[in-house]
């Protein structure tokens, strides 16, 4: 049973289009976050939702948006794709206290063409 | 600010040998965590194994064990009789109790050779 879900796994897309991923924990953690990996495997913090309320937003285009619609899901939009985008982005779930050991999706590869 | 450096961007070993993977970190806080994640080929991170910064003793799980040095803001891994299973992209990662964020290391893929 999968504990964090991230649909597609790939991804590929033509520059300009708007396209989403979705994520979905069943640990009943308070906190999810989406995490950007780039070609050379650098893990980077792009946000953090608790509780469905943005508590971390690091700097990225604005063409990037989040949604939680529940605790559970955090689905991230992104709106005119650029090549620049093409990564692997990561969910990630974990507990609200300090001891934020973070159960991780599998990833989606997203290639923009 | 926190950072958690991982200095050998790739390391190989033959496999049965044993390796240490090195990471610093720096924070200013006196609660913490460390973690080492895994990321084989699959692409999914795994954790290896964690460690709360209050406790004196090191971390073990199966061949798996760190050498958490808090003076001196070192947490390494040691990976014993390794194994081609082993092969991955390893990740040190630093948590605080003030906030949510996990602070990464760059990574070491490391690569067992047969």
């Given amino acids: 049973d999968t504990a964090v879900s991230q649909t597609p796994k790939y991804l590929v897309t033509q520059m300009g289009n708007d396209k989403s991923i979705k994520c979905e924990q069943n640990l009943g953690h308070d906190t999810m976050y989406w995490y950007k990996q780039d070609s050379k495997k650098f893990l980077k913090i792009m946000f953090s939702y608790n509780n469905k309320e943005l508590i971390i937003n690091e700097t990225v285009p604005n063409r990037f948006s989040p949604k939680s619609p529940d605790k559970a899901h955090l689905n991230l939009h992104i709106n005119s794709l650029e090549l620049g985008d093409s990564a692997v982005y990561f969910c990630a779930s974990s507990q609200l206290t300090g001891n934020t050991e973070a159960f991780f999706g599998q990833g989606t590869r997203l290639t923009v063409v | ?114």
Avoid: H
């Fill in chain 2, 1 to 114: 600010a926190q950072t958690v450096t991982q200095s050998q961007p790739e390391m190989s070993v033959q496999e049965a040998e044993t390796v240490t993977l090195s990471c610093t970190y720096d924070t200013s806080e006196n609660n913490y965590y460390l973690f080492w994640y895994k990321q084989p080929p699959s692409r999914q991170m795994i954790l290896v194994i964690r460690q709360e910064a209050y406790k004196q003793q090191n971390a073990t799980e199966n061949r798996f064990s760190v050498n958490f040095q808090k003076a001196a803001k070192s947490f390494s891994l040691k990976i014993s009789d390794s194994q081609l299973g082993d092969t991955a992209m390893y990740f040190c990662a630093l948590a605080m109790d003030s906030n949510y964020q996990l602070i990464w290391g760059a990574g070491t893929k490391l690569i067992i050779k047969p």
